[in-house]
């Protein structure tokens, strides 16, 4: 028996839902606060403690200061998971960016201290507020749409506009007002402007109503997802038991062999990909079971894609601050300024870079979520290629040109624009209603774990250098793009038609539709 998905009326500006630009406005804030700090992180801790008019660093070098970065970055997605987890199972998604919010107001807020207890608690905070806000907002971004709504995809598009408009407001002024009244100065700002946020939420949740609540599970319920019992039945599935031991062990192998850091990540994962397996097999329908298993190969793009994306606040950001020339009639630009290319960028080419992928799939195109991601690794990757020119000509002549870093950031943007609000839409349109909390986690936990590897690929460029970094980072992210693009026919066979019954919705139609594949049903 068929049926239909019904959703309460919602009031629209511009043909989206008004809760759309109520999220916009909030993850606005929330990104201007963290991509100030973002760009601050590094640079901070490798100036020295005294003789810089920003004010005094750290003092660490440049490995010790990109090692801090991939933790920090990856713990705020990784984070994710448990915020996903506690949306999911104890308050809902909308009180749990509410709490997110206020944790770091308070986390920005901390770090205006000049003490180092301050600076790690800080950043502790910031982990714990984006774990709780960032996997809940974007699935609350979803939920405002009706299955098939074709809206969806250019929703994600214009809440990306909001994340970057953020990022592009806090890369122009954080370096301005750093280079006037010192670092601390600018994480003050970012604590201020996520109170900007928080305030704007409380403000719109009336447009909110409809979506992010919290329901709590009825008895017997089959959406219901008790996580103690799909690890319980663990102990009944010999197959997923012994690979769970493999991974157990190669965690506490990584814990005495590398540090402990590592072994407590390695855990952590393998609870994670445990759960993944228990969730895969207590799916009650082959079509399910396709759909995940794609989108479980799907999270590996955007590893790849972080884990390359992600030097931009690392490698990228120590290079431009000690091997570009940054003047500019006269005027020395601040590095972090640089950061607000890639924001600028997506401001412009968003919606353009959208509505070229909607009217190519209008026209029977070839425009599925799978190729638009492994299409924009091979992009964002050849961005890789001015950085190596880059390179080259500082070899030649010890500075090299701001234009190489103009180009390499254009080339990210546009691969950014066809993985990453993608992506987003890609999980609500393949995950079971009751688990999209946790794949959203779960895809920001994939991202975080790029940014890990980002930390450690610009640690390597101590050893190799960074034209060796550069180059080897364009030809391993066109090779695995390249890969995807050719198992595609097989993967979208996969996903059985989740994204070929997409059309454009109306508000005014008060009745849902039938899903197209009849196992669903059913």
């Excluded at 006269?330 to 070229?356: C, D, H, K, R, Y």
């Excluded at 190489?404 to 393949?430: D, M, N, Q, R």
Aim: proline share 2%; with cysteine.
């Amino acid at each position: 028996m068929s049926t239909a998905i019904k959703q309460p009326h919602q009031r629209e500006l511009f043909g989206q839902p008004i809760g759309l630009y109520i999220l916009f406005l909030t993850e606005m804030w929330e990104r201007f606060s963290y991509y100030g700090m973002r760009a601050l992180l590094v640079l901070y801790m490798t100036t020295a403690t005294i003789g810089d008019e920003r004010g005094a660093g750290l003092g660490w070098t440049n490995s010790e200061a990109l090692a801090l970065y991939g933790w920090y970055t990856m713990l705020v997605y990784v984070m994710s998971i448990p915020g996903g987890m506690i949306a999911d199972k104890l308050i809902g998604q909308k009180k749990a960016v509410l709490l997110g919010a206020i944790i770091l107001c308070i986390g920005h807020g901390v770090l205006v201290l000049t003490d180092i207890w301050a600076f790690y608690t800080g950043l502790g905070l910031v982990i714990l507020g984006v774990g709780l806000l960032k996997p809940n907002i974007s699935t609350m971004v979803g939920g405002l749409y009706k299955e098939g709504d074709i809206r969806r995809d250019k929703g994600f598009s214009i809440f990306y506009i909001g994340i970057n408009l953020g990022s592009l407001l806090a890369t122009m002024i954080v370096g301005l007002v750093v280079k006037e009244w010192g670092w601390h100065a600018g994480f003050g700002l970012a604590g201020i402007v996520m109170l900007l946020g928080l305030i704007n939420y409380i403000y719109g949740q009336k447009y909110l109503a409809q979506v992010g609540n919290f329901v709590p599970a009825k008895k017997d319920d089959p959406n219901e997802i008790s996580y103690g019992k799909l690890y319980a039945k663990l102990f009944k599935s010999p197959t997923q038991l012994i690979f769970a031991l493999i991974l157990l062990a190669a965690s506490i192998w990584g814990w005495y062999t590398l540090e402990w850091g590592y072994g407590l990540l390695f855990i952590f994962l393998t609870a994670v990909v445990v759960l993944l397996m228990m969730i895969y097999k207590e799916l009650d329908s082959q079509v399910f079971k396709d759909r995940f298993m794609v989108l479980l190969l799907s999270f590996i793009m955007v590893i790849v894609f972080w884990g390359a994306f992600e030097q931009a606040g690392g490698l990228m950001n120590l290079y431009t601050e000690t091997n570009t020339d940054r003047m500019l009639f006269g005027w020395e630009i601040p590095t972090v300024m640089f950061q607000s290319l890639n924001a600028g960028f997506i401001i412009i080419f968003a919606t353009v870079v959208a509505s070229f992928w909607a009217k190519r799939k209008l026209k029977g195109k070839e425009a599925s979520s799978l190729f638009k991601m492994a299409l924009g690794i091979i992009i964002m990757g050849f961005g890789f290629l001015f950085m190596v020119f880059a390179a080259m000509e500082f070899e030649n002549s010890g500075a090299s040109s701001m234009i190489w870093l103009v180009l390499a950031y254009l080339f990210h943007t546009i691969g950014e624009l066809c993985l990453s609000p993608v992506a987003l839409s890609f999980i609500t349109k393949l995950t079971p209603v009751k688990y999209a909390s946790l794949m959203m986690g779960v895809y920001f936990a994939a991202t975080g774990l790029g940014s890990k590897v980002a930390g450690i690929v610009g640690e390597a460029a101590s050893d190799f250098g960074e034209y060796t970094i550069f180059l080897g980072i364009l030809i391993f992210t066109v090779i695995v793009g390249t890969l995807f693009i050719l198992i595609l026919k097989p993967l979208k066979r996969l996903t059985h038609g989740a994204e070929d019954n997409e059309r454009m919705m109306h508000s005014d139609e008060t009745e849902g539709f039938e899903l197209a594949d009849p196992e669903i049903n059913n």
